[in-house]
């Protein structure tokens, strides 16, 4: 399972589950605290504007920690309907492109395979991002549109 955390200009920090390993809130929670770490020495700047995160409902994102972390440092919560991927960047944008890259490769180990990933995501140029963050709008104007009905049949 992988995890992105970007902005429009580009991927912050990846987080990787090792293969078999299951999500609860204490690992769901965990990135963000690296993420957090990242972020000051990237850009920090961004800590003081406040993060919107956008996730479902699954049993680690509603935990009560989870909800706690994300009270305790300000992260606004982005909400989406569960069931309509049209509105999540990372499914409709980031990881789809990632899936369409690495369609008929073959791997020897998961090791490949990550690093696979992880060098397709260091040179995607930063337009890759920003198309999808400002196509955000418009998508959510033509789902509200449409009644909550799926925007790409």
Not at 36 to 52: M, Y
């Amino acid at each position: 399972m992988a995890t992105a955390f970007w902005d429009a200009k580009g991927v912050i920090l990846l987080d990787i589950l090792p293969r078999g390993q299951c999500i609860n809130a204490v690992l769901y929670c965990s990135p963000r605290d690296r993420l957090r770490d990242a972020i000051r020495r990237k850009k920090p700047g961004l800590l003081r504007r406040g993060f919107v995160l956008q996730h479902d409902n699954a049993t680690p994102h509603s935990a009560k920690l989870t909800q706690q972390w994300l009270q305790h440092y300000g992260w606004e919560i982005l909400p989406h309907s569960a069931q309509n991927p049209d509105l999540v960047p990372s499914e409709f944008h980031l990881f789809g492109s990632l899936k369409c890259h690495l369609g008929g490769m073959a791997f020897e180990t998961e090791g490949d395979l990550v690093g696979e990933s992880k060098n397709w995501f260091a040179h995607l140029d930063l337009d890759f991002f920003r198309v999808c963050i400002y196509s955000l709008l418009p998508r959510w104007k033509k789902c509200i549109d449409l009644h909550g009905d799926y925007i790409e049949k």
